[in-house]
C-alpha cells in the first residue's frame, strides 16, 4: 500500500485493505513464534497437578446440565426410540454378520 493511501494516523483510508500486523504481535498473541514448538516441560508441575480437578469439574458441570435439562424439558423419548429404530435397522439379523471373517 501506497504512503498516500493511508490517513495522518497511519490507518488506511476508506477502500483500502490495513496493512498486516508486524510477526511480533502475532508471536505475542500466540505466545510461541511461528513454527517453532513449545520446549518440552514449558508447563509448570503445578499445572499438570490441577487437571484432574478440571476434568471433574467439567464432566459434573455437563452431567449437572443434561440431567437438568431432562427434568426441566423432560426425557428425549422420541430421540431415544428413534436412535433405537435405526440401530435395529442396521444390526444384523443372524449370526454370521456378527462375525463375517471367522471361518
Not at 502475532?26 to 484432574?52: I, M, N, S, W, Y
Not at 440431567?67 to 426410540?81: D, L, Q
Not at 444390526?91 to 454378520?97: C, D, I, L, R, V
Request: glycine share 10%.
Amino acid at each position: 500500500m501506497s504512503d498516500d493511501a493511508e490517513d495522518q494516523d497511519g490507518t488506511a483510508s476508506e477502500g483500502e485493505a490495513p496493512d498486516a500486523p508486524p510477526a511480533e504481535a502475532a508471536d505475542a498473541v500466540e505466545g510461541t513464534p511461528a513454527g517453532e514448538a513449545p520446549a518440552e516441560g514449558d508447563a509448570p508441575a503445578a499445572d499438570a497437578a490441577t487437571l484432574p480437578l478440571v476434568f471433574a469439574t467439567m464432566h459434573f458441570a455437563y452431567g449437572f446440565g443434561l440431567f437438568a435439562g431432562a427434568r426441566r424439558y423432560g426425557a428425549p423419548a422420541a430421540a431415544v426410540a428413534g436412535a433405537l429404530r435405526r440401530a435395529a435397522k442396521l444390526a444384523p439379523t443372524s449370526p454370521e454378520g456378527l462375525f463375517p471373517h471367522e471361518t
